[in-house]
Structure formats: C-alpha cells, structure tokens
C-alpha cells in the first residue's frame, strides 16, 4: 500500500456510512456501534466531516457534543484551531493513522462523514502530489495581484477541466491546480478512478431521502442552528482569527453568521442564504456519493436501518483493492 496501512485481506475492514447532509449518518453510526458492541466487538468512529475538525465550530457542524456520543470514543473532532487550514491531504494522513491504531488494537473503525473528498482519500488508494512552496508563493502572489478570473483562464487554457470544475472565483482552489499541473505536468483527476482500489478492506453504507422529504429538513435545520445560538458561537470565534481562516471562514453558515456580524446581511438574509447554500451542498454530495457502485443504500426514514445496517455489516463482503492509483485533485 501506498503509505503502510492495514493489507487488503483478513478479518479486519472498514465500516464508511455516507450520505448528504440532514440525513442522520452520525445517529446511525452511533446505533450501529451500540448494536456491535451489543455482539462483543469494541467500535470506534471518526469522522469525516471537514469542518468538524475545528475547535469550537459546533452548532453549524452539527457537532455531537461529547455528553451525546454514548461513550463511544470519537477520533478528528476538535483537532484544529480557525486559522489552520484544512486540507486533504493531511486530513487523509491523519485519518489513516487514526484506522491503522484502531484496527491493530482489535477495534472496529467507522468512518462517518459527508465530505466526499475526503472519504474517497481515505477509503481509496490515493496518492497526493506534494507542494512547491516557491511555486506555491508565486502562484498566490499573482493570484493577489490579478485576482482569481485571471488564475482561471491561466488554468483553462492548460486544464479546461480542472478550471471547468473549479469555477473562477475560488481563487484557493486555482491556485492549488495551476501548482498541480506544473509540478505533475499533466492535468488533475477530480474523479473516482473508473475501478477504484481499496486502502484496506471497507463495507460502505449510503444513507439517502429524497429530496421533497431532504429539502424542508434542510431549511428548517438552519432556522435551528440561528436559534441555537450559532451567531454568538461566530462572534466567539471571531478573537481567535475565524475571519481569517482560509478554510473556516468560508464554511456554510459561519460566513453568512460574519456577514450578519459585519452588518453586509439582514440575520433573515443570512439564514436564506445558508439555506440555500446547504441545498446546494447537498445536491453535490448526492451527486459524489452517486459515483460509488459498492455503496449499500438505505432508506434514512426506514424504521429499521439500524437492522439494515448491521445485516449488511455481517453478511456483505469488503471490498479490496491490490495496487495504487494516483488521485491529482486540486483540494489538498
């Protein structure tokens, strides 16, 4: 394997549940852990949310807090602090460190979480290209000089894909593949390899709702959010650097939360917003979790997914992969 994880054969594998936003995956996995625990095998569960790896960003995570975990230990939650910014790489590094531990200790590992990206780093064989922080440097300089619609037809003129994906605004992302391609010579994969191969042996278990049921649940989780304080939680943050996070400052609900702070939005306007912005995230990881044919789907309304969960965790096969791949993404 690519960087000495678990081998792709015995009886220690994997346990990954995905699915959009407002789903339940973390209430499931919980359920889950409970009813193996129940049969005698000790469950640990990390997670796999990005910006669920930031101190003190909880109500517009979603966080669990740790009196609602059931006593069930959680790894990479509260790792990093606002002005740390989160990347793929690290995230997957860190990730598998935290599965490789559980499963030599004889624990089973669930991987919990709905940033695609990361999952899929975890889950497959990825390889990431490093960095060139002289290039890298450059690479900003210009970005601050031109602005990011000139970083975009850089890219689009030698990765029309890439920059197509990417869109011209996210200037952080352009820079990241315009360093890709000129450190790899070649164009980015943004996508799942057409067979992917497996880090270690791993069971996926996809939780979906249609999207007249997901929507409302959506809108109304935000409204929950603004109720539960997550404004104060914002301006709480603010000392510690949030505004100039590169990473949790764009987070859904924590930018429009400033923007509320700052006074550029109504609290009626921020809450739309987020709204929307969370439909939007989620109709893009229906879209990524979409890609996988090895996920199990399940009903996340069904009365008995807990049952449907733990019969396809005893009775599915993992799936396993025997070589590497290399995933150029621009992310990390």
């Known amino acids: 394997m690519t960087d000495g994880g678990p081998a792709a054969t015995g009886p220690a594998r994997l346990i ?29 569960i990390v997670n796999a949310d990005a910006m669920q790896l930031y101190r003190g960003m909880d109500i517009g995570t979603a966080k669990l807090p740790l009196g609602e975990r059931r006593g069930i230990r959680h790894h990479l939650l ?18 598998r460190a935290a599965i490789s531990d559980i499963v030599a200790r004889g624990v089973v590992p669930i991987l919990v979480g709905g940033s695609g990206l990361y999952i899929s780093s975890v889950v497959y064989d990825f390889q990431f ?26 890219l689009k003129a030698v990765d029309p894909g890439a920059a197509a994906r990417i869109g011209a605004s996210n200037g952080r992302r352009l820079v990241r593949a315009l360093e890709i391609v000129q450190i790899t010579g070649g164009p980015h994969l943004a996508a799942l390899p057409d067979e992917p191969v497996y880090w270690m042996p791993a069971l996926t278990l996809g939780l979906r709702m249609p999207r007249e049921q997901l929507t409302p649940r959506l809108d109304t989780r935000v409204d929950e959010m603004w109720a539960a304080g997550l404004v104060d939680e914002v301006a709480a943050l603010r000392p510690l650097g949030l505004e100039t996070g590169v990473t949790a400052s764009r987070a859904i609900g924590y930018a429009q939360a400033l923007a509320q702070l700052n006074g550029t939005m109504s609290a009626a306007e921020a809450i739309e917003a987020t709204q929307q912005l969370t439909r939007r995230y989620a109709r893009r990881q229906v879209s990524w979790f979409k890609r996988s044919t090895d996920t199990s789907w399940i009903e996340a309304t069904a009365p008995d997914r807990v049952a449907q969960a733990l019969h396809a965790v005893l009775t599915l096969p993992a799936k396993a992969g025997h070589s590497s791949v290399s995933a150029l993404q621009n992310d990390v």
């Open 129 to 154: 290209p490093g960095t060139d922080p002289v290039l890298r440097a450059s690479l900003e300089a210009d970005l601050t000089e031109h602005g990011p619609g000139v970083m975009y037809a850089r």
């Open 16 to 44: 990954v549940i995905v699915g959009p936003t407002g789903t339940g995956k973390s209430d499931l996995s919980l359920d889950l852990a409970e009813r193996l625990q129940h049969d005698g095998r000790a469950v640990e």
């Open 78 to 95: 509260d790792v990093l602090e606002v002005t740390d910014e989160a990347t793929v790489a690290n995230y997957q590094r860190d990730a």
